[in-house]
Every structure is written in structure tokens, then in C-alpha cells.
């Protein structure tokens, strides 16, 4: 009765500012699928209750989240803590399985089938397991992360599930575990890490934007330009040229041989062809040796549809938006995916870049109140799980926003809290919640 009693007092200090930012996001999610499936025969409440529409679902699996929640919030903080290494393994466990047990949906075998209509999709389930793994793992007292022995080992952690999900064809969900790296950058990681990591994306798009004599010209008019500036330094350490001439020969190496292998070799064609119409160039599908086992994916036209549908229903919404249930674009149907990854199109159409603006303010004002919460912990468990968290959240936001306006390929990343979706929707409650529970006791040190 004690710890039950402790237990409720502990979920009465949960930061309501999250909270009420989580529902107002949920509650704009199942409006948005509403404004995209509303049909004027039907009668309403009939539709939100009889389970058929995709809004009347997302409206039960929110019902399902807040029981999640609550129990989250009623739960032991030491649970987490306890079980975080258990549960990584669980995840990791799971992801294997699909491949086994899993169904193809969308031509991503992720996914396992559950019964009365519900599929699971251990790769999300598997950022909150690696969130844990990751915070329990920095928060040893013999985890020393300015080592490259602990930096690997946390490297490690995020990359196994991203592995398993580029084996899934999840290459999406892939990309979110690099969000951990923002983490292990706050408790450590050297910066190099992370402008190697940036400076590779650059050489990546420099060498599909630019002819290849080209670019390795001005490769070696930089190398030139920095062996020049550094005259007087080299003269006194020759492992300067030298390390000059390494970087300028791996840079030529990636340029040349390194990204026209992964494009033609390890992507699939479909897969090249978005990358390559995000930078408004063409892929020549007879290049890649994934083209003949696939034929029906070489054509680029899909891929460019979405995006230009995307980008006409949110520029016809104008300053202020055609108003409710008003957006042609979107209640016509041209824009594919329009419930669940590119949710954002129904936004910018119905309420312009006005309600768009407010509506990114409330994604905004939810990060940073999760960074607020993160610096308030007493313990590194508490703190490196709320960046985490925040960096998840922080990565959908960013690459689904860009992915809609045409600034990013499509991946198939969900917008977190909005986008149609059991999965999605339950990890980010859990996520959010067990972030709220951990805090409600950021006067213990968890270990």
C-alpha cells in the first residue's frame, strides 16, 4: 500500500508541459487523418467508432497509449535501469525474428503480424531498448567515454538494430539510430567524429551534383590551397603534407570509386533514383546490377509525383491556409501517403504557412523543454535517456519536414506523434513517458 502510495505521489510530478504538449500533438495527428479521409456520406461519430476509418484507429491506439502511459508513470524508475540490457537484448531478438516470422509489407519484411488486423515493428520498438542500453551503458562508474575502446563499444549499441534494419529494408529507421551520436557527442564524443560523418554527407552530394574531373580538381585545389597556408608548419613537421596527401588521396578514392559502388552496387535502383531526384538529377538504372531483378522500380516518375504533389498542396496553402476540410490537393487524394508520412501536406494546405509555423512551435517548445528536463538530472542515466529522446524526436521532425518539402529523399520516416500508426505512435508514448517517470525521480541517482 506504501509503495503504491509512493507510486502515485511520484506520477503527480510528472511535467505536465510535456504531457499537455504530447496530447495536443496526438489530438492534431488524428485531426489531420481526419481532414485527409473525411467523407461527407458517413456520419462521423459512426466513423470514429466503428473502427473502419484510419482516423477512428488512431484514435484507439491513443486510447491504448494513454493506458501505456499510465502505467508507465505508476511503474519503479529502477526498472528501467534494471532491465535496460535485458530489454536491448529482447529488441535485438525481435528484429532477428522477422526474418523468420516476419510479413512483407511495402517490400520491407519488418514487420511481425499480431492478429485482428495489428503488425508490430520491432525497429521502432527497438530505439526505446537501444535509448535504455545506450544511458546504461554511459552511466557505469568504469565507463570512461573519452576512450576509444567505451566510444566504440557505444557506436556499437546504435549501430546493431540500424545494421538489422538496413537488412529489413528499413533504411529509414536506419538513419533515426544515428540520432544517438548527438547523445554520445554530449557525453564526449569528440567533434572529429562528427565532421568526418558531415564532411562525407558534402563529398556525397558534391559528387552527384558535379562531373567527376571536376570535383577531384577542386579536391586537389583545396589540398593545394591548405598544403600553401600551412607552408611554414610543414617545413617543421612533414606529417602534415602527409596527412594532407592521405585525406586528399581517401576524399579522390570516395569521389571516384566508394559512392558510384554504393549506388550501383548496394542500393536499389529506387533507392539511387530518390537520392538522386532530391538533387534534381537523373539515375541511370542500367548501372545498377539491382535493376534487373527489379525492373518495375527503375522508373523515377513515383518518386518524383510525391514529392512535387507534396510541394504543390503546401504551397497552395498560401500565409493563412484554404481552411478546413478546404485543401484540394490533399481531400483529392494526389498526394500518396498522405496519412502517414506525409501527414505534413494536409497542414500546410488547410492552415499556410501560418499554422505550419505554429504547429512546428509546439515540436519546438516539446525539445526543448526535453533538453530542460535532461540538464535537471542528478543522474547520467536520467540525462543521457532524455537526449536521447529528444534526438529521436529531434531526427523524424527534421527529415520528414524535409523529406515533404522536396530537401530530403524519401525514406518513409514518420512525423513523431502525428503520422498514422500503431508502432510509431506506442514508441514515442513510451519513449516520452518513461523519460516523464525518470524525472519524476530525478532526486535518485540511477545507475
Known sequence: ??????SMRASQKADYIVVWLYAILVAIGIFCIFMVEYNPDHDIFQSFIGGKTNYSRQLFFAG?????????????????????NLLYAFGILLMLATFV?????????????????FNLQPAELCKIFTALALAKFLSRQETDFSKLKSQII??????????LAIAQQETGLALVYSAFFIVMYREGMPATILIIGFSFAALVIATLLLEPNTLALILT???LFFIYLLRKQIKKQKKILTSIIVIWVICVGIQRFAVPYIFNNVLKCYQSTRVYSMVGKDYDCSLNKHATASPTKTVRKPDDYNVRQSKIAIGSGGALGKGFLKGTQTRGKYVPEQHTDFIFTSIGEAF????SFIFLLLYLALLFRIIFIAERQRSTFSRVYAYSVASIIFFHLTVNISMTIGLFP????PLPLVSYGGSSLLTFTMLI??????????????R
Not at 65 to 81: E, N, P, R, W
Not at 435 to 444: E, F, G, I, N, T
Request: aromatic share 10%; glycine share 12%.
Open 1 to 6: 500500500m506504501t509503495h503504491q502510495y509512493h
Open 64 to 84: 491504448f497509449c494513454i493506458i501505456v502511459a499510465t502505467f508507465i508513470l505508476l511503474s519503479d524508475s529502477k526498472i528501467y535501469t534494471a532491465f535496460s
Open 101 to 117: 516470422i516476419g510479413e512483407n509489407i511495402n517490400g520491407s519484411k519488418s514487420w511481425i503480424r499480431l492478429g485482428g488486423g
Open 154 to 163: 557505444g557506436a556499437a549499441i546504435a549501430m546493431v538494430p540500424a545494421i
Open 221 to 223: 585545389g583545396i589540398a
Open 352 to 355: 499556410g504557412f501560418v499554422g
Open 410 to 413: 524519401i525514406i518513409g520516416i
Open 433 to 446: 513517458f518513461i523519460l516523464l517517470r525518470l524525472d519524476a525521480d530525478r532526486q535518485m541517482v540511477l
